[in-house]
Each structure stands twice: as C-alpha cells, then as structure tokens.
C-alpha cells in the first residue's frame, strides 16, 4: 500500500523529537518535508531522514504536496498552517491546544468539514490502557446520573523552564499558561470521559513564576444534569499526586498515578436515598484496583497508529477537530470567568473571549 507522505511543521522544537520518534516506528509514513523558521536542529534531523527542509509552510505544501502535515509549533501558529494544510488537500495532525481561542478551533473545524480532510488533536493521554478502560466503562452505563467530578493535577515547572524559550509564558506568543499548556491534557481527560460542563466558574492567577500568564487555575463547574465539578491546576505545586474522580449515582471511578479504581455503591446512591429506613443509612461503598486489559502507551505512536487507520478507512480520529475544540474550550471560559468576575455559559462567548485576551495582551498581568 502506497505510504502516506507527511510534512512537519516547527521541526526544530522540542517536541518535535517526539513526533520524528513515533513516525520512525510508522512504516506506512514516509517524511517528505520539514519547516521552520530556525535551521537547527531541523537541518541535522532532516538529514538523518532524507528529506527536505524549508522556512516557509506554503511554499513547503506546493513543493511537495504531502499527504499529512504534522504541526509542532507554538499554539498561535497552530490554526494557521492548519488551515493551509486542509485546503491544499492535506490531513492535519496539530500539538494541543489545537488553537489559543475556540473562536479559531472553529474556523478549523469548518474548514476540516469543507475539505473533507481529517484534523486531528495530539491528546495522547485518551490512548493510556487505564483511560480506554475507563471510557469504556463510563459509556457501558457503569456510573448511571453524574454526581459529581474533581480533578487536582499539579505539573510543576521551576523558572528555568519558562526562560527555556522565549514564547512560553507570555500572552502573545502563547495564549496562556498552565491552561495552555500543561494542563490541556487533563482538561481532555475530564471533556473526553465526563463531558463538557454547562457553567464555569474560573480562578485563575500569576502567582509566584516571573511570567505574564497564569501559573496556577482552578474552576468550579456545574454539569447539565446540575452535578457540580472542581479543577486546581498549577505549575507551582511539586509532589502530589494528581487524579481525576467521576462519582455516579451507581458507581464510581478514580484515575491516578496508581492506576485506575472503581468505587461502586450498593444499592444505587438514588434507589438507597428513597428506600433507606434509618436516619443515618448510607448504602455500602467499596473502592477496589481495576484490571485493565492491554491496551494504549498513552504516547505519541498510539495517536499516529490511531491517525493512520482513520487516513486508510476514511474514519476519523479519536480526538478530531471537535473532540480536540471541547478542552479548548473549557480553557477559554475559565480564564474568561476569572477576569470579568462573572460564570460563564457554554458555549464560550467568542466575542467576549477575544476581547479578554487582547487587554490581557496589552497589559501582561492577570
């Protein structure tokens, strides 16, 4: 079978490493062209796979019509070389976020609608064995109504990591902090197995790093059923263990670095509350390891397998334009509730979140 023909957009950062990893292990993938507007490393890592190089993403897509176009850059660029890369009739794999603003992710979305050419997110946490297991479980009907979610998530970062490159950190080169860019993942998680909240609440703060953007958030949510949910993501915190909790009326799930475990309640939260005789009855509650089958490595290779299939079958993806668009989205009206004071309605009012971010931009401090 004909090998895909992949492009690759920021060849010189960090991440891209990654990315030129898992294509290695992909023999349905040959690399056509590499971008960016630094010449190193991207030089020493075209060389190493035979192909050629270039400063410009347009002129790259007419020189060698790829087949696939992967984008490592800095979030702004994302929707960009996107857009470009569909309508000249490629796939697109983006970085996460897949965009600064939902108002942008829907720009995306259309196009990808438009040219029929799949768009994919890299959120490779949904590929990790213990979070296929717990989709799966969750969509099997185990938790009946949501009661409630949390989620604490510390991703430590020392300052060092902030001046490793001068984009990070700053409003107009990144978009965000914590919430663009290491918390992303979990937000993904918490979208993918819980599903979108109604209303956000938003808290978000520079507290101790010297950047422009925010280092640490947190957010109160309220579901559509009314359950309510709770976020604290910070770069701040070094140590703890972050996990993500979804209790329903029937059972319960908790994924942490442990793995993953299953709280169940017997009989049903609801049923016990309606038919329980003692003033302080509670139903019986047990939290037991669950043993998950082989499945995902959570990195990069699953995405490009998962990305390959959807190419060949005419599918999509796991994490699409609108799967990747919801995280995004949560992002954006978090930081938006945390500015004007005010909770804030889904769908984020895209408007009102443009407006934010450019007095945000202009004066660099929450």
Not at 31 to 54: K, N
Request: net charge positive; hydrophobic share 40%; proline share 6%.
């Amino acid at each position: 079978m004909k090998q895909i023909r992949l492009a690759l957009v920021g060849a010189s950062g960090g991440i891209a490493e990654t990315h030129l990893g898992a294509i290695a292990k992909c023999p349905e993938i040959k690399i056509v062209g590499m971008c960016d507007v630094v010449g190193s490393p991207m030089r020493d890592r075209a060389v190493g796979v035979g192909c050629r190089t270039f400063t410009d993403w347009k002129v790259m897509l007419k020189a060698v019509e790829p087949d696939l176009v992967s984008i490592a850059t800095p979030h702004p660029f994302h929707p960009l070389v996107a857009v470009d890369a569909m309508r000249a009739g490629a796939h697109v794999l983006t970085e996460k976020p897949m965009a600064v603003e939902v108002r942008d992710a829907d720009r995306m979305v259309a196009v990808s609608k438009a040219t029929r050419r799949i768009l994919a997110v890299n959120y490779q946490m949904r590929f990790r064995a213990v979070a296929e297991e717990m989709k799966r479980r969750i969509d099997a009907g185990e938790l009946g109504q949501l009661i409630r979610v949390l989620v604490v998530e510390p991703w430590y970062r020392s300052d060092a990591y902030y001046r490793s490159a001068t984009w990070r950190g700053k409003w107009g080169s990144e978009g965000g902090g914590v919430l663009m860019n290491q918390a992303p993942h979990t937000q993904d998680l918490l979208c993918w197995l819980a599903g979108s909240p109604a209303k956000v609440w938003g808290w978000v703060r520079t507290r101790f790093h010297p950047m422009e953007c925010e280092d640490s958030a947190q957010a109160m949510l309220e579901y559509p059923n009314g359950a309510p949910g709770y976020i604290t993501v910070s770069t701040v915190e070094p140590g703890s263990q972050g996990c993500i909790q979804i209790i329903g009326e029937r059972s319960g799930f908790q994924l942490d670095r442990n793995g993953l475990f299953r709280i169940s309640f017997t009989p049903s939260i609801l049923r016990h509350m309606r038919t329980a005789k003692g003033m302080w009855d509670q139903p019986k509650s047990e939290m037991e390891p669950v043993q998950v089958p082989k499945g995902g490595t959570g990195l990069h290779i699953d995405v490009y397998r998962n990305l390959i299939r959807a190419i060949r079958r005419h599918g999509q993806p796991r994490c699409n334009a609108a799967e990747g668009r919801k995280s995004l989205e949560l992002a954006n009206a978090i930081v938006l509730s945390s500015v004007t004071g005010r909770p804030v309605t889904l769908p984020v009012n895209r408007a009102a979140y443009s407006t934010v971010l450019k007095k945000l931009r202009a004066r660099k401090r929450l």
